[in-house]
């Protein structure tokens, strides 16, 4: 059973800071997903990652498959930036069947004025 | 496209009941995945289903039990309903299941009396 932790579990921080927030796992995957939830409940999915590096706006999120760990980084942060983020991680047999995503606890972020 | 739609988005039960929650994933999806929120152990995998079949099923009860259609609509049933039941119910869409891209909807928040 993969185990996923993020770190930190709350983080508040003023706009246009700089924001990393960690995610590691325990056992091989097929791909990583970083989520976003507003309060609410909705949930967006920001991206899907095997290797390297993507970039969505102010959003980057990289992956080191050989360090099982993964970072979602927001730039230039803002208010409504403001949501938890919540890593998941899941595993795709070659013979098409995949095991259910594992979730990390997520972390609450507060981008402040 | 319209995106995944989860009804209801709110109900209230009380114990010893049953629910049955409704997911319309994304059209042509044909994987639906179904998911339990709570503040205590966060997101957990239910089941997932594709082309009308169980695919991955999570560690829960067998109080819980889902059904998808040929349409790839999916109901998610839960009998004899207990106080730690009540949590947000959310279900995800993708093409082919696991670890793609997964859509997720609103989800419905269950309360349990």
């Known amino acids: 059973k993969n185990e996923v932790e993020q770190s930190p579990q709350n983080l508040t921080a003023q706009e246009g800071e700089f924001i990393t927030i960690n995610c590691s796992y325990s056992?091989?995957?097929?791909?990583l997903h970083w989520l976003q939830q507003h309060p609410g409940g909705g949930i967006v999915s920001l991206f899907m990652l095997s290797s390297g590096k993507k970039k969505h706006g102010r959003l980057i999120a990289t992956i080191n498959i050989q360090e099982k760990h993964s970072s979602l980084h927001i730039t230039a942060s803002h208010p409504r930036d403001s949501a938890v983020y919540i890593c998941?991680?899941?595993?795709?047999?070659?013979?098409?069947?995949?095991?259910?995503?594992?979730f990390g606890k997520g972390t609450h972020l507060i981008i402040q004025p | 496209k319209a995106g995944v739609t989860q009804t209801p988005r709110y109900l209230i039960k009380t114990r010893g009941q049953q629910v049955t929650l409704s997911c319309s994933p994304i059209?042509?999806?044909?994987?639906v995945s179904w998911y339990q929120q709570t503040p205590g152990q966060g997101l957990q995998f239910l089941f997932e289903?594709?082309?009308?079949?169980?695919?991955n099923k999570g560690n829960f009860p067998g109080r819980f039990s889902g059904r998808q259609f040929s349409n790839s609509r999916s109901e998610m049933n839960v009998s004899t309903l207990e106080l730690g039941d009540s949590a947000l119910y959310l279900c995800?869409?993708?093409?082919?299941?696991?670890?793609?891209?997964?859509?997720f909807g609103d989800g419905t928040r269950l309360s349990i009396l």
């Open positions: 998941a991680v899941g595993y795709v047999y070659s013979g098409g069947g995949a095991d259910g995503l594992t």
């Open positions: 059209s042509g999806h044909r994987s």
């Open positions: 056992v091989g995957i097929s791909a």
């Open positions: 289903y594709f082309s009308e079949t169980q695919r």
């Open positions: 995800a869409s993708s093409l082919a299941g696991g670890a793609p891209p997964q859509h």
